[in-house]
């Protein structure tokens, strides 16, 4: 009998799930993984990787991510690979004032970022107030995506807010075709309202913005939107949480068995509404920063320890600085009637941020991580057990921690167009030493040994329940 052997062995670090911790070694083989286990009872291979002294995660996933402008497919798998990623999801895009349909649009994007992708990446794409798409979706969700997103808010931007008679529509739809349904939770009638009154009254600077868009608007339109699901039977997933109110009616969904699942930010947890006296329109994100003495950060730690908030994801939305600081002058409008952009970026910045904050600064455990940013999104979007776990026939896509580093946050290192960080000067512990993208080595040490290409597309299946629970 010939000698079996393995393409690598990982030996040596300390191997996280999404529950626990271990010391073992990893066989890779064929871009899977082979065996977990001592080495000594592990087959040759034909190369080792020595990870004492770190830790070894599944290859972590960015859920929340917008690639569709000025931040293209190519510049941002560039960065997502540099900030330790392995996987991305995206929101696709399709001419809303053409005739693309959506599987039109599905195919071209598929296109677009294969050529230029050095990470594996599947999409969501949004649903804009522009119904003849919906002809399109029953065949979109069987090509493989299966997670879609719609806006209960933005009145003034063109095609954003919809109806809840359309999105009811679509839910139904996503539903029946084994999808899920991500909501933009705020009452947009009340904040147009809001922000026109602030505008006829004077009040645009940065710092009135927050008032536009109270917490209590988070509420009610996550209400709406778990109504809607049960209504519908759609898994519904709200995105971007700001609010402890919010939570609060997120736990009572999920209290009565229902399938209302949500996802945070590092802006949310780490930052606050004293940013925009700070920075101005560069903070001016949707939903916003919430108020520095209020509840909503700690509630927002606590929805992430106590497992009723499965994600973090980035929000990573680059608009480049020069178009956001027109917003000085008004914080709503600008002089041609548009609005501000919103949105920061987030994509180089999410690994270094919740590992340093929630693992090294507030001690939630190792395999939380592993829980918030890998297994939990590929159970919603579908992509488990193939990501998200390291178990034998999963994709060998792994993170190695350096545990013994400390560096500071600037965006001069990053390779985002936006040109800037909300988190400037910001010190983190901890460096993605090492990823492994389907058993080859992606980034080693600071440098990238794949080339544009690399990365696949991967079909999602329909949503698994998220791991739950509290984390200690």
């Not at 052997?5 to 030996?11: F, H, K």
């Not at 049960?230 to 898994?235: I, V």
């Not at 090294?360 to 395999?367: A, F, S």
Request: charged share 20%; glycine share 10%; aromatic share 8%.
């Amino acid at each position: 009998m010939a000698d079996v052997r393995v393409d690598t062995i990982i030996r040596g670090g300390q191997v996280v799930t999404s529950s626990q911790v271990y010391e073992s070694s990893i066989a890779i083989t064929g871009g899977k993984i082979a065996a977990i286990g001592p080495e000594e009872l592990l087959p040759p291979a034909d190369k080792y990787i020595d990870a004492e002294g770190k830790f070894v995660l599944p290859g972590l996933i960015d859920s929340h991510v917008h690639l569709d402008g000025h931040d293209n497919y190519e510049l941002g798998s560039l960065a997502a690979a540099r900030a330790g990623l392995t996987t991305l999801i995206p929101f696709g895009s399709y001419n809303l004032e053409g005739d693309e349909t959506l599987p039109e649009a599905i195919n071209r994007s598929k296109e677009q970022f294969a050529s230029n992708a050095l990470v594996d990446f599947a999409f969501h794409f949004m649903l804009q107030n522009r119904p003849d798409i919906l002809n399109g979706l029953p065949q979109a969700l069987e090509m493989g995506v299966k997670s879609y997103k719609m806006f209960m808010t933005y009145k003034k931007r063109p095609w954003r807010m919809c109806d809840d008679d359309y999105i009811c529509n679509a839910m139904e739809m996503v539903a029946s075709g084994g999808g899920v349904m991500q909501l933009h939770c705020e009452s947009g009638n009340i904040i147009e309202y809001l922000e026109n009154k602030l505008i006829a009254e004077g009040h645009t600077h940065p710092t009135d913005f927050p008032r536009a868009c109270p917490d209590w608007a988070e509420e009610e339109a996550i209400n709406r939107a778990v109504q809607m699901g049960a209504a519908t039977g759609c898994p519904t997933y709200v995105v971007h949480l700001s609010t402890h109110l919010g939570l609060e009616r997120i736990k009572q969904a999920q209290s009565l068995g229902q399938r209302v699942w949500t996802e945070t930010c590092p802006q949310y947890l780490l930052l606050s509404d004293a940013e925009m006296a700070k920075v101005g329109p560069l903070a001016k994100i949707g939903p916003p920063l919430r108020a520095e003495d209020g509840p909503d950060r700690d509630a927002l730690w606590r929805g992430l320890e106590q497992g009723h908030t499965s994600i973090v994801s980035s929000d990573h939305s680059p608009h480049p600085q020069e178009l956001k600081q027109v917003g000085w002058d008004n914080i709503f409008v600008t002089p041609d009637g548009a609005s501000v952009p919103f949105g920061s970026p987030g994509l180089e910045t999410i690994v270094s941020l919740t590992y340093s904050e929630g693992v090294v600064k507030r001690g939630l455990p190792i395999w939380w991580l592993a829980r918030v940013m890998s297994e939990n999104p590929a159970r919603i979007f579908g992509l488990y057990p193939r990501k998200g776990v390291i178990q034998v026939g999963s994709d060998a896509d792994l993170l190695i921690i350096d545990p013994q580093t400390d560096r500071i946050i600037t965006a001069k290192d990053h390779q985002s167009n936006a040109g800037y960080t909300l988190f400037e000067g910001w010190p983190v512990s901890g460096t993605p030493w090492m990823t492994l993208l389907r058993g080859q080595v992606l980034l080693n040490q600071g440098n990238l040994e794949q080339r544009p290409g690399y990365g696949q597309f991967l079909a999602c299946e329909g949503p698994r329940s998220p791991i739950g629970g509290p984390v200690r």
